[in-house]
C-alpha cells in the first residue's frame, strides 16, 4: 500500500500553539477522515500539505515527491476545498472558473458544467454573493473538474445543509470507485465519517492521538456505563475519559476486551461513537495537564 | 511561461473595473493639467499596480494563487512582468490623450518624448520598491504602503518641478536630448533593470518563505 | 439484491452484511455464479467505507460463499449442494440454539419443548 501524503517530524511553532513531531501517511484509494476540536491543528496541517504553511522542522512529500519544483506541479493532482473563501470575491462565478482552469492541464469543461448544474450554481453570480454551501460547492465543483487524484478538504460539511451533506457523501463514495484516487477530509462533526471514513487520524491540541482504521476503533475502544460506586482510583486509570453525573458514569476505555471482563455485568459496555471516542479523550487530556 | 500569461491575465479581470474610471480620469486631468506627464503615465501605471496587488491580499486569495500547481516564484514573476503592459497601457493613454488634445487644438507643441521616458522608467523604480514591501507585508500592511506611494506619486509632481530646476542641465536634456548624451541614458536604463531583478529576487525570497 | 445495514443496532456493519448475504446464498436467493457488485460499488450504494464492505467479502470468500477474480469482480462460489447444506444446518443449529436459551429462561423442560416443537412441525405439514 502507498502513501500519497506523507509527513515526517513535522514541527511548528505558533504563540500559543504547538505541532509536536508529526508523522502521518494517507494511504492510496482510501478516505481518511482528519478530526479533532477546533484549534487542534486540522487546517495546519492541510495547510502544510497544500505548501501554505512551512514547518519548521520535517517534511512533506506528495505522491511521493518533495522536490519543490514537482511538489508543485503535483498540485495540478489535488483537489482543494478549504474551509473559507479562497476565490476573488468580486469575480462571477463564471469569471472565477475561467481565470483557473488554464493553469489545469486536465480540466474537464464538460465535467464542471455538470457539476455545476447538478448544485444550481448560479454562473453569473458574485462569489461574494453566495451562501456559504454554495461557495463550498464551487469549489467542491473546481476541485472535481481537473481530474484530481487526491482531494483535500478541510471542513467541506460545515455550512451545508443535511440534504447536501447526504449529497456530498454520495459524491466522495463516486469518486472512491477508482482505487486511485484518495480522499482526505477535517472535520469536526463526526457524524459525517462515521458511515464513509476508511481511516481516522484523530488529532488534539497539535499531537496525533491515533491514526486507525475506522473498523478497529469499534473494537478497541468501548464506552462503559455503571454506577458510581465502581469508580474508585484503580477503576479510574483505566478510562482514557470519564463523565460523572449524579446517577452514574461514562467513560471510555481502550482495552475492550480486558475492560468487558473486568465489569462483566456490573456495568454496560458499548461500542462508543466518533463523537464519544473524540468528546472523551479530549475531556481526559484536559484533566491530565 | 504561460502561467505568467493566465496570471497577468487574471489581474486584467481583476483590475477591469479600474480601467472603466480611467476614460473620466484622463478626460478630466486632460482638461485640467495637460502638461503634467506624471499624472498620465506615471500615476496610472502605479495605481494598475497597487489595484492588482491589493486585490490578491484582500481576501485569501493568496491561498488559492498558492493551490494552483505554480511554483511561488512564477507568481511574482508574473507580478513582475505586468509591470509591462501597465506601463504600455498608460504610455498609450498618454498618446491618445496626447492626439485628442492636438486634434482640438488644445495643444501645438510635439509630445515630451523624453519626459513621458522618464516617467515610464520612474514608474519602474517604483514598482520595484513597492512590490518588495507588498510581499513583505501581506495584507495587513498593504494599506498604509499604499497610501505612502499614492502621497510619493503626488509629491513627485512638484519634485520633479524643484529637480528641474536644481539640474537645468537635466531640464534641458529633456528639452532638446542630444547625441552626446546617449551613454548616461544607456547606463539609466541598465541601472533600472538591475534594480528590477535585483527587487524580483527578494520579492520572491520573500514570498517563498512566508506562510500564507 | 437487498441489504439493509442499520448503523445503531451494534452489531458491526460488516458481519451485517456477511450475515445477510450468507442467508440469500444458503437460501437459494443468490445463485452460484452470480455476480456481486465490487467493493467499492457497495460501499458506495450502502454508505459505508471500503474497507467495512472489503472486509465483509474477505469474510464471505474465507467461509467459501464467495469467490473473487481479480479484474472481474465476486461472484457467488458453485460449492456443492453438500457443503451449502452443512453450512444451513449450521445456521439451523444456530436457531436451535437461541430456541432453547430462550426456553431455559422460561423455565421449560426438555419435554415442553419436545412437544411444542411436535405440535409446530405437524402443523406446518
Same mark, same amino acid.
Given at each position: 500500500m502507498s502513501h500519497c501524503i506523507e509527513m515526517k517530524q513535522i514541527s511548528k511553532d505558533y504563540d500559543r500553539f504547538q505541532l509536536h513531531q508529526v508523522n502521518l501517511g494517507i494511504q492510496e484509494g482510501y478516505i481518511t477522515g482528519l478530526i479533532g !476540536?477546533? +484549534?487542534? +491543528?486540522k487546517t495546519t496541517l492541510i495547510r502544510m500539505m497544500m505548501g501554505m504553511v512551512h514547518p519548521d522542522k520535517g517534511e512533506v512529500k506528495l505522491f511521493g515527491e518533495e522536490d519543490q519544483l514537482k511538489l508543485s506541479r503535483n498540485k495540478a493532482r489535488i483537489g482543494y476545498v478549504s474551509d473559507e473563501n479562497i476565490y476573488y %470575491?468580486?469575480?462571477t462565478v463564471k469569471q472565477m472558473k475561467k481565470v483557473l482552469? !488554464?493553469?489545469? #492541464?486536465?480540466?474537464d469543461e464538460d465535467t464542471y458544467q455538470k457539476y455545476e448544474a447538478q448544485f444550481k450554481l !448560479?454562473? +453569473?453570480?458574485k462569489i461574494k454573493d453566495l451562501s456559504k454551501g454554495m461557495k463550498i460547492k464551487f469549489s467542491l465543483a473546481v476541485a472535481l473538474s481537473h481530474g484530481a487524484d487526491l482531494l483535500i478538504m478541510d471542513e467541506?460539511?460545515? =455550512?451545508?445543509d443535511p440534504v447536501f451533506r447526504r449529497e456530498l457523501l454520495d459524491l466522495l463514495s463516486e469518486h472512491i470507485q477508482d482505487e486511485r484516487k484518495t480522499i482526505l477530509f477535517s472535520t469536526h462533526n463526526t457524524t459525517d465519517l462515521d458511515?464513509?471514513?476508511?481511516y481516522i487520524v484523530f488529532i488534539n491540541d497539535g499531537r496525533i492521538i491515533f491514526h486507525e482504521m475506522k473498523e478497529a476503533l469499534a473494537e478497541q475502544y468501548v464506552l462503559v456505563k455503571g =454506577?458510581? %460506586?465502581?469508580? #474508585?482510583r484503580d477503576v479510574r486509570r483505566m478510562f482514557v475519559g470519564v463523565r460523572e453525573n449524579a446517577h452514574g458514569f461514562e467513560g471510555l476505555a481502550k482495552e475492550r476486551s480486558d475492560v468487558e471482563r473486568f465489569f462483566q455485568d456490573n456495568a454496560i459496555c458499548e461500542t462508543p461513537t466518533l463523537e464519544e471516542i473524540m468528546y472523551f479523550t479530549v475531556k481526559g487530556s484536559a484533566v491530565h495537564v | 511561461m504561460s502561467s505568467a500569461f493566465y496570471l497577468i491575465r487574471k489581474d486584467f479581470v481583476l483590475i477591469k473595473r479600474m480601467l472603466l474610471l480611467f476614460i473620466p480620469y484622463y478626460m478630466i486631468m486632460g482638461y485640467t493639467v495637460m502638461d503634467q506627464y506624471t499624472m498620465f503615465t506615471l500615476f496610472p501605471a502605479m495605481l494598475l499596480l497597487i489595484n492588482g496587488c491589493t486585490l490578491d491580499v484582500q481576501q485569501n486569495n493568496q491561498r488559492f494563487l498558492v493551490s494552483l500547481p505554480l511554483q511561488r516564484q512564477d507568481i511574482v514573476r508574473a507580478k513582475y512582468l505586468a509591470l509591462f503592459p501597465y506601463a504600455l497601457l498608460s504610455f498609450c493613454c498618454t498618446l491618445v490623450l496626447y492626439a485628442a488634445a492636438f486634434a482640438l487644438g488644445k495643444i501645438d507643441t510635439p509630445p515630451a518624448w523624453r519626459e513621458i521616458a522618464l516617467m515610464l522608467l520612474l514608474f519602474l523604480v517604483l514598482a520595484s520598491l513597492y512590490l518588495p514591501l507588498h510581499y513583505w507585508l501581506g495584507q495587513k500592511g498593504t494599506q498604509i504602503v499604499n497610501f505612502i506611494f499614492i502621497m510619493l506619486i503626488m509629491l513627485n509632481v512638484s519634485a520633479f518641478n524643484k529637480l528641474l530646476e536644481w539640474f537645468p542641465a537635466a531640464g534641458e536634456w529633456i528639452a532638446t536630448g542630444s547625441a552626446d548624451h546617449v551613454l548616461p541614458v544607456i547606463l539609466l536604463i541598465l541601472a533600472c533593470m538591475i534594480l528590477i531583478y535585483a527587487s524580483y529576487l527578494i520579492s520572491s525570497r520573500i514570498f517563498i518563505k512566508k506562510d500564507i | 439484491m437487498n441489504l439493509l445495514i442499520s448503523s445503531?443496532?451494534?452489531?458491526?456493519i460488516y458481519a451485517q452484511i456477511v450475515g445477510q448475504i450468507r442467508q440469500m446464498i444458503l437460501q437459494g436467493e443468490l445463485v452460484s455464479g452470480t455476480p456481486l457488485p465490487s467493493i467499492r460499488q457497495l460501499a458506495k450504494e450502502l454508505q459505508i467505507s471500503v474497507i467495512t464492505s472489503k472486509r465483509a467479502y474477505e469474510e464471505l470468500e474465507r467461509e467459501g460463499l464467495i469467490n473473487s477474480v481479480v479484474g472481474k469482480g465476486s461472484f457467488v462460489s458453485g460449492a456443492d449442494p453438500e457443503f451449502i447444506r452443512e453450512q444451513r444446518l449450521r445456521v439451523m443449529e444456530g436457531r436451535l440454539k437461541e430456541v432453547i436459551d430462550e426456553s431455559r429462561l422460561l423455565g421449560m423442560e426438555y419435554a415442553e419443548l419436545a412437544e411444542m416443537l411436535k405440535l409446530l412441525y405437524e402443523e406446518e405439514a
Open positions: !476540536p477546533n +484549534g487542534a +491543528g %470575491e468580486q469575480l482552469a !488554464p493553469f489545469y #492541464d486536465r480540466w !448560479p454562473p +453569473g453570480k467541506p460539511t460545515s =455550512g451545508l458511515r464513509i471514513a476508511d =454506577g458510581k %460506586e465502581l469508580l #474508585d | - | 445503531t443496532s451494534g452489531e458491526p
